[in-house]
């Protein structure tokens, strides 16, 4: 690309820039207002995925983003493209994933008239990222590349929105590329760690629980051992389900939305809770009810990547400013003496007796027996990628993480997100199996990259759990408005006939007995596969019917 002089278009320099990176992968819907980089990709060695919606784009990088550490990226045209790209951001951020969103912009002499689409990205994107900016001269591309990358990967992890005048793309300058992006970890000193093995000398009934991101199979590892050393039971929080191996010793569960009493009785009256690497949000908090605020009612311990986040909500006894994976090396290097003093090998067994055998449910098929044959049948590598909805229930309750990186799913809640997600994660591991687990809701919020994966020829598996309801907000509205129907009704298309007319292979599942064929099917057969479950309404938890939530309700409120 580079031309004698060192010249080159801002768009090449950017182009370079993000290969200096390590930017091995970019999502995007084109658009006008960016063709320069379009073009400029063109001769490079990325590997561009072309969506059908910029939401599905920005989820997919932010999904890459999540599972490999690295900023993902993403390209989306101005106005309605960037407006569409907003719910990857906003997952960005709620779930601290490293993503750098570029986004066209009309011509800088036209701006500020209102041109064709334009928006003022730093307003509209101002309190949703870490940094909005867009970039007036392309010679300081380097610069703000570098630091649009070094933002949102460090520190707390989180969105950055770069803004591209269209003219500014086609200029010609002679710049150097700045060095690529360095990961800072932010490591514990020897005081906090004397303080901590002080408190876990003390403790009666320690617990430790895991969350954010700044991770890595190796800290899950060296945690697993520091676990063993104590006997401390371990848990995980909302929706970070792949920070420890649920079979290890020491796991006691998934601390998200209706955990296992058991679990959450532990945590009430553990004496010494050490949080490494999460929020502690209003998911696992058990809606901020689980510990005292600011000041929690027993020994609290934050570890956190992010230094504001340290006596936001929680005004911890020991604030440890530090990623997850620099302290974790710090408490094998720091080789805190001690003998076991937490009960997790009781912990474990609650968990186990949790989740061991699905619940009875009404309806052909039941889900908690379908993710007990996955948890059984795939391998530990594949990854499960899933949105929002209540079906999710029984992911979190039967399916037993073992790896890093083997969940993929937003804390923030965000539904359409299963699809994307497992697109990015077969761009990037094509070897590795992967399945999206979706609602009917769910899946139709980007069922159309759908097609992006029929275009990749990607044979990754979605299960659709289909209810024909919004099920969480139908429970909802049953214990809030018992018998009081508004919106939550679904008339779905035939999804295994959608599968094929995309190209793809799609198959109905009516009991559960014909699941496994179903799904072995779906795997072999070479393509993008809809496995689509008949799930009965009914069934709208592991645990209870909307029959029982009404009933509940209405004698509730004496009618
Ligand atoms: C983007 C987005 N819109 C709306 C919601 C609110 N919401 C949460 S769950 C849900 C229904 C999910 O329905 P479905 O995917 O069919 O799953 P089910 O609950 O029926 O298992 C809705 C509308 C949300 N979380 N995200
Ligand atoms: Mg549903």
Redesign the pocket.
Known sequence: MRGKDNIRTAAEILVDQLRVNGVRHVFCVPGESYLAVLDAFHGSDLAVTVCRQEGGAAMMAEAAGKATGRPGVCFVTRGPGATNAS?GIHIARQDSSPLVVFVGQVARDMREREAFQELDYRAVFGSMTKWATEIDDPARIPEIVSRAFHTAANGRPGPVVVSLPEDMLTEHVAVDDAPPYTAIDTSPGAAEMAKLAQLLGAARAPILILGGSRWSQEASDALARFAEKFALPVCTTFRRLHLFDALHPCYAGDLGIGPNPKLAERIKTADLVVLIGGRMGELPSQSYTLFNIPRPQMTFVHVHPGAEELGRVYNAHLPVHATPTAFIAALERFDIPGAPRGDAKAAHSDYLAWTEKPTEQPGGVNLGAVMVWLRENLPADAILCN??????AWIHRFFRFRRFGQHVAPTS????YGVPAAVAMKRLYPERPVVCI??????L?NGQEFATAVQYGLSLVVVI???G???????HQEREYPGRIVA?D?RNPDFAAYARAFGGFGVSVERTADFPAAFKEAQACGKPAIVRLA?D?EA?TPATTLTKIRAKSLAEKGK
Not at 469 to 475: D, E, L, W
């Open positions: 719910p949105g929002a909805g209540n079906y999710a809640g965000s539904m359409g979706a609602g009917d809701g769910d899946f919020m759990a289909d209810n309801i919004y099920g969480t907000i139908r429970m939550t679904l799930i309404p709208i």
